[in-house]
């Protein structure tokens, strides 16, 4: 089966720019996930869709970040300004039900100057 | 919320030794363990996981054993390749809705 997609791997903008990051899950996954990696450390949970809904964002800095899936499927991040402490890897994860085992995109490497 | 801790943070090992990684976590409700191996510019990949009903789970050369009374779990691989060589990261959930946390990492490099 095709993996999880994302776009694009790389991004460079200044401080207080926009950004958006694109994600297609694994076809069929209804629970979609938005993960923050800093460098040196582990995931971090920033959203969690269930189909189109959203059922954890407590992690999410709503006043920068933003998510969508609409039609759930496709779903896209966005933050806007960007900040320094952005500057990190951002993974999209799917999986079939809540409960599923998770799997991983290759993730957008974004870096914040 | 539920906390991982994972030791060590970087492990070096020789061709054919064993290696070992451990976690604990907080919440002992806390009821599925997976393990994620992440290669330089990848994203993590599943290579085994546990439930709470179990103790332990092996598959090939990687096996995982979870001590629910002292709420911590390792993960064990025998007869190391250097292609096993990456990054590994426990991770602990706690009910079917709840997020997937995860340990800080463990730096395994395996050498010749």
């Known amino acids: 089966e095709a993996g999880v997609a994302q776009s694009p791997r790389y991004k460079i903008i200044e401080k207080r720019q926009s950004v958006a990051f694109w994600c297609n899950p694994i076809s069929g996954h209804a629970t979609l996930y938005w993960y923050q990696q800093i460098l040196g450390q582990g995931p971090k949970l920033l959203i969690q869709f269930q189909n189109n809904g959203v059922v954890d964002d407590s992690q999410l800095p709503k006043d920068r970040f933003s998510a969508e899936r609409l039609k759930g499927v496709d779903s896209t991040l966005k933050i806007q300004p960007a900040k320094l402490e952005d500057s990190a890897v951002y993974l999209c994860?799917?999986?079939?039900?809540?409960?599923?085992?998770?799997?991983f995109g290759n993730g957008t490497r974004l870096t914040v100057t | 919320g539920e906390n991982v801790e994972q030791h060590p943070s970087t492990l070096s090992v020789q061709e054919g030794d064993s290696a070992v990684i451990k976690c604990t976590y907080s919440?002992?409700?806390?009821?599925?363990f997976p393990w994620y191996k992440q290669e330089l510019g990848k994203g993590p990949q599943l290579i085994i996981d546990?439930?709470?009903?179990?103790g332990e789970k092996k598959d090939q050369r990687i096996a995982v054993t979870l001590n629910k009374t002292a709420k911590h779990f390792s993960l064990h691989i025998t007869e190391t390749q250097p292609e096993d060589s990456a990054v590994y990261f426990c991770a602990a959930r706690t009910g079917t809705a709840s997020k997937l946390t995860f340990g800080t990492g463990t730096r395994l490099q395996v050498t010749l």
């Open positions: 994860a799917s999986s079939l039900v809540k409960a599923a085992p998770l799997h």
């Open positions: 919440d002992s409700a806390s009821n599925y």
């Open positions: 546990i439930r709470s009903n179990v």
